[in-house]
């Protein structure tokens, strides 16, 4: 009675494989797809690589508040502070981080500095290459953590220079 039993349920599971066997299979292109991420797909809530914001004037949102750090259970953030000037204006606050490291070997993802920051300098971005033969290469500095400059700023330069081009042409046509 119990070998009949068991034959079942391994006929069940057989039926099971073989239908699936027959089935198209649904993969990523990954490295070879098209676009920026080469094919990934990620869900909306990926936390991947930090990412420093900067504010609509192109500063960046860190004040230095070391929440984030302090909200690091791997400890895994660095932040030195320093003074804002007159002359070396660099956040819109009176302190910014003069140092800001993240070291990937001990990073964990578990998102508690962005939930620390009281000015969303920090968040996760979609970035997942981390992978080196070097582990001095996962300490990344805050110039390979900062977003880009916002368009109007000047992010775009090559489609700046292009409307450029464009205007210089347009008055020499019409000239």
Known sequence: M??????????????????????????????????????????????GMHVLQRDENGLEKCVACFLCAAACPSNCIYIEAAENTETNRVSGAERYAKVYNIDYNR?????????????????????????????????????????????????NEIFASDSREQQRLDQKAAK
């Open 107 to 155: 990073c964990i993802f578990c998102g508690y500095c962005v939930e620390a920051c009281p000015t969303d300098a920090i968040t996760h971005g979609h970035g997942f290459e981390l992978a080196t033969f070097n582990a001095s290469n996962l300490v990344y500095r805050k110039e390979q953590l900062l977003s880009g400059k916002p368009a109007h700023i000047g992010a």
């Open 2 to 47: 119990g070998y009949l039993r068991n034959i079942g349920a391994i006929a069940k599971g057989m039926g099971i494989t073989f239908s699936e066997m027959f089935k198209p299979t649904t993969v990523e292109n990954y490295p070879d797809g098209p676009g920026v991420l080469r094919g990934a797909v990620f869900q909306e809530r990926f936390r």
